[in-house]
């Protein structure tokens, strides 16, 4: 098809060109380039992910990448072997298998005559992770990277483990990922469709199980941590992020680490910045086409002279579980990021107090299972009550530290560290830190958090038990942030030693007893107006569905008044549409509980599902992903299924279980 939009160049679409590898394996890519490109090659951006883009990433592909064509640049969204209408089997995330074949399409299109042999990189989440993974194995073509809401650390900033405690996340997006790989491809597409769904459905890993067996920093989580070696990337980095996301920590740490890298972080949560929410959003793409035209085509646009780090400073609020829109302003640092503002610390008192002076104290901690219902998603992206809540809750529940109202607003711009003389009495346990912002009638804004797993308090290679009763000093560093607290509130350290539903709960409850303790928190003086500025959001025109069934979000928190057991219920239906353009229907629905009571940490459970829907032309095919954790004091039991149906009839059923021991976890 041939598209002209408001682009300077009139565009051609191959919704399945195929680039096959050197081992026969076809990949299937959406190919927009300009329609002279052979006349007058150009450079190609290439997205390449797990995430379908024949019905997955449609409507985010439909903004972004005619837009770039348009203006002079070849775009491919490649379906990673394994997945949508790519042959080949999926291995795992970020395996070796999948970096390499990253390799090949982009030596393979530097190649290509439409191509002027050079290549751009680009991504949020899975595309950012594995853009910043390719560019650090230098294939010459790469000249550019754009990766957001991405990681450096595979181990202390993904999915799986934070401050080497155990994230639900892991079951709950790992049920995502078994669903995703195991759909069908289109079969308008594949006269082998059906032999390839199959496939899939046999061969498809449980992928929790696998990452749950690696419960230290090892070789496995070390592949892939581009942080063991940041002068292996040779690209020129952008990184952007938001602070309603999960991934908050790379930009700040990319930009210290890499010469020329820059980064913006907005207050966003899991989405490009031209169509996220909270708002204000910016021209994210005319910013990337700046990135690409200065390293990709060598026009000076002046990107080496932006500020190596933007960042929008949002305002105090009220606590929400959503919000849309944020108020605040951008700053802007020309010469790194965070590390070279000043710190202030402050002091934990055993009167529950944080002040200027240190402070001898003894104050006991111990928090029910529970603890942590108002931690909300761990990566918000769905668009639904997703957010932390009011905190009062969770405080009522741990152990707080309050600050006298403040004299003058404070910028916190950076990440905060957290150091404890502590005992615990256990040889395990957990504690959950969070940096609250106190309004004057006692609600309470989650501004930021970190987490630690006291056996990893020196190491996460080498966990070493605890020595019940004996003090030691531990230190945390908290998720970078940017947040103005107005003069006239107040700041509060809280401290909990459970984090559910967010972490998975150490296998005895524990006291922790702490006899000192102080927070740095990094500040910047107080500006009031915008310091840097950018162009509002443009995009091409959005993806043309018919809708058939709308779609739904829903977080239900419930208390068993029988059993004592406390819950949260999540129940996402993201509807089910018809691409109005080559016709193919699909539907999703997502649902996960997760379970514990507030006396036992052995009562833990966690349950995921996925139904997904897909028709075409009288076929209607079914999937259905289910799986379970629960534990006791030495070992984690997951179970799953996985069960496939063909016109109403079931033609494919697998269950799965494992047992895998607990690792000072």
């Known amino acids: ?152 650390d595979r181990f202390a900033d993904d999915i799986h483990y934070k401050g080497g405690c155990l994230l639900n996340e892991n079951l709950g997006w790992g049920g995502t990922m078994w669903s995703f790989s195991s759909r069908a491809p289109d079969p308008a597409l594949r006269e082998n469709w059906r032999e390839m769904w199959l496939d899939r459905l046999e061969n498809e890993p449980f992928l929790p199980s696998v990452w749950l067996r690696h419960q230290r920093r090892d070789e496995y989580w070390q592949h892939g941590s581009v942080c063991e070696d940041f002068s292996a990337i040779k690209a020129k980095v952008l990184a952007v992020g938001g602070w309603g996301d999960a991934y908050k920590n790379a930009v700040p740490q990319l930009v210290e680490a890499l010469d020329g890298a820059k980064g913006i972080v907005g207050p966003w949560v899991h989405k490009y910045p031209h169509f996220a929410a909270p708002e204000p959003r910016i021209g994210f793409l005319q910013e990337a086409l700046r990135w690409w035209d200065h390293w990709l085509k060598g026009v000076d646009t002046g990107v080496p002279d932006d500020p190596d780090y933007r960042a929008y400073l949002m305002d105090g609020v009220r606590p929400a579980a959503w919000y849309t829109e944020r108020p605040g302003r951008w700053i802007a640092e020309d010469t790194g990021a965070t590390t070279h503002l000043p710190v202030q610390t402050l002091h934990l008192g055993t009167d529950g107090t944080l002040s200027d002076a240190p402070q001898k104290m003894a104050s006991d901690i111990a928090s029910p299972a529970h603890c942590g219902a108002a931690s909300g998603e761990y990566c918000a992206i769905w668009l639904g009550p997703e957010m932390p809540g009011d905190q009062r809750a969770d405080d009522a529940l741990s152990g707080t530290f309050t600050s006298a109202p403040l004299t003058a607003d404070m910028d916190l711009v950076g990440a905060a560290r957290l150091t404890l003389r502590l005992a615990c009495d256990k040889p395990q346990g957990q504690i959950a830190v969070r940096l609250n912002h106190i309004h004057p009638d006692g609600a309470a804004t989650r501004i930021t958090y970190g987490v630690l797993n006291l056996t990893h308090r020196r190491s996460s290679r080498n966990p070493k038990a605890m020595t019940p009763g004996k003090a030691e000093e531990i230190a945390l560093d908290l998720d970078h942030i940017a947040y103005r607290v107005p003069a006239g509130h107040r700041i509060r350290v809280s401290i909990s030693t459970a984090y559910w539903p967010l972490l998975w709960p150490a296998p005895e409850a524990a006291n922790i007893t702490i006899t000192q303790g102080s927070i740095a928190l990094p500040q910047r003086p107080t500006q009031g107006s915008d310091e840097v500025a950018f162009l509002q959001p443009e995009a091409a025109e959005p993806w043309r569905t018919n809708e058939i069934r709308p779609e739904n979000h829903i977080r239900r928190q419930e208390v068993d008044m029988v059993t004592g057991v406390h819950s949260l219920v999540i129940e996402d239906d993201f509807g089910k549409l018809r691409d109005a353009d080559h016709g193919l229907i699909t539907g999703s629905i997502a649902r996960e509980r997760w379970d514990i009571h507030p006396d036992d940490p052995l009562s833990a459970r966690g349950e995921c599902d996925w139904e997904d829907e897909l028709e075409r032309d009288g076929i209607k095919l079914r999937t259905r992903a289910h799986c379970t954790m629960r534990s006791d004091a030495t070992t984690f039991y997951l179970s799953a299924k996985m069960e496939a149906w063909e016109n109403g009839k079931l033609v494919y059923s697998r269950e799965e279980s494992e047992t895998i021991a607990r690792d000072f976890l």
Request: some cysteine; overall charge negative.
């Open 1 to 152: 098809m041939t598209h002209k939009n408001n682009a300077l160049r009139p565009l051609t679409e191959d919704p399945d060109h195929a680039i096959v590898l050197s081992d026969g394996t076809r990949l299937s890519a959406r190919l927009w380039k300009p329609e002279d490109a052979d006349a007058d090659p150009v450079p190609l951006i290439l997205e390449f992910l797990p995430y379908r883009k024949r019905d997955g990433t449609c409507a985010r592909d439909a903004l972004t990448h005619p837009y770039f064509a348009g203006r002079g640049y070849a775009c491919a969204r490649v379906d990673m072997r394994g997945n949508g209408d790519s042959e080949g089997l999926m291995e795992d995330e970020y395996s070796p298998q999948e970096l390499s074949d990253a390799v090949e399409v982009i030596k393979w299109a530097a190649a290509q005559p439409w191509c002027n042999g050079n290549v751009g990189m680009m991504g949020i989440s899975w595309g950012g992770f594995n853009s910043l993974q390719v560019a650090a194995l230098a294939p010459e073509p790469l000249k550019a990277i754009i990766t957001l809401c991405s990681t450096v």
